[in-house]
């Protein structure tokens, strides 16, 4: 089933509720479908955070940098109010799936596998004795109530000078063999992607997964999104994601904007546009418990999408990959300006 824009979001809520499957899950009820496709256009001026309740940016923001640093700790979102893995961290959690990391580790997730494909992984405890584990205060804007027995929801980053030459820099095959001791160091995606979308051949290998089933019991939760694909065409960047499970109320909101500002990131470095996204869910379902707020969501108004600016300039196009990287590393939530963001209110609901 195919489905566009915040339309095509709220006519696949009413589907879901409509002709959605019963199922009982392992971590509670669920009304699901199997097979759909979301697609968003002209994502540089009309950036897809859905309008239809508050969506919490700043968290879908320090998310995305936080899995672009390659970081694995949940305490360093939590010391920014941003709550979306701690129920995924605590020490009853960690004890409960048999992994015994300081709390607030989650394991080779997300940032691991992006930036150490293939690594053994390896977790550094000095790091969590900076951490007190003191309760932070929830952010107001944050439409997540947390739930300790969490699964397939994630809710589920060297300055340079600037130089809007849109020339192509030539790579060499050294520039992106990141295959090099891969099993000491791993692979680093996020270069590997970057060196590839700079050739002039427009590649079809800009692939960039999360899914390592030798990392999976190591994980305190396996990747819902699994797989982008990025293509450049005359018209800009676009990326397609694949999603293995998608909460539709929490999580896919989240996912939409999260793959959208990675997109717009990796455009900004290139010197193109951003240009569309099209998600991909194998499974996609609505909890029994968010039925209710499901139901106030379809009955909102839908606003024009905002647009997303990146203020902080981005390096000389002919700079190496490595000034590349440095510059994506070193984004705060400060580098980006939400503008015209019109929606209704925010709907909190239990992460589960």
């Known amino acids: 089933m195919y489905y566009n824009g915040e339309n095509g979001y709220m006519r696949l809520l009413k589907d879901t509720l409509a002709n959605g499957e019963n199922k009982l899950t392992r971590n509670g009820n669920v009304i699901s479908i199997f097979g759909c496709m979301i697609h968003f256009k002209n994502i540089s001026t009309a950036f897809p955070l859905i309008t239809s309740k508050k969506v919490f940016f700043r968290g879908i923001v320090e998310e995305l940098l936080w899995f672009l640093r390659g970081s694995t700790n949940a305490n360093e979102l939590k010391t920014k109010k941003i709550h979306i893995w701690d129920g995924n961290s605590t020490r009853e959690y960690l004890d409960s799936i048999g992994l015994d990391y300081p709390e607030g580790e989650l394991g080779p997730v997300y940032g691991w596998q992006w930036r150490k494909f293939g690594k053994e992984y390896e977790v550094n405890r000095e790091e969590y004795n900076d951490y007190d584990n003191e309760e932070t205060e929830e952010d107001i804007y944050n439409d997540i109530n947390n739930s300790n027995d969490s699964d397939d929801s994630d809710a589920d980053a060297a300055d340079a000078a600037t130089d809007t030459d849109s020339s192509t820099y030539t790579y060499t095959d050294t520039d992106t063999d990141t295959y090099?001791?891969?099993?000491?160091?791993?692979?680093?995606?996020?270069?590997?992607?970057?060196?590839?979308?700079?050739?002039?051949?427009?590649?079809?290998r800009a692939v960039l997964s999360a899914w390592n089933p030798v990392d999976l019991k190591k994980m305190a939760l396996p990747p819902c999104h699994i797989l982008y694909i990025f293509n450049k065409s005359s018209k800009g960047l676009s990326c397609h994601m694949t999603l293995?499970?998608?909460?539709?109320?929490?999580?896919?909101?989240?996912?939409?904007?999260?793959?959208?500002?990675?997109?717009?990131?990796?455009?900004?470095?290139?010197?193109?546009?951003?240009?569309?996204?099209?998600?991909?869910?194998c499974d996609a379902h609505i909890y029994e418990e968010h039925t209710p707020q499901v139901n106030k969501q379809i009955d909102s108004e839908l606003y024009d999408f905002p647009k997303v600016i990146i203020k902080?300039?981005?390096?000389?196009?002919?700079?190496s990959i490595d000034v590349k990287i440095k510059w994506i590393e070193n984004l705060v939530y400060e580098d980006f300006e939400l503008s015209n963001y019109k929606s209704g209110a925010s709907l909190s609901a239990i992460m589960k």
């Open 312 to 319: 902080k300039d981005a390096p000389d196009i002919k700079s």
């Open 180 to 204: 090099s001791n891969t099993y000491n160091k791993g692979v680093d995606q996020i270069k590997y992607v970057l060196g590839e979308l700079s050739k002039d051949t427009n590649s079809r």
């Open 244 to 281: 293995r499970s998608s909460d539709l109320f929490l999580g896919l909101p989240f996912n939409i904007a999260s793959t959208a500002l990675l997109t717009q990131i990796l455009a900004h470095i290139l010197y193109i546009p951003a240009h569309e996204v099209c998600l991909s869910i």
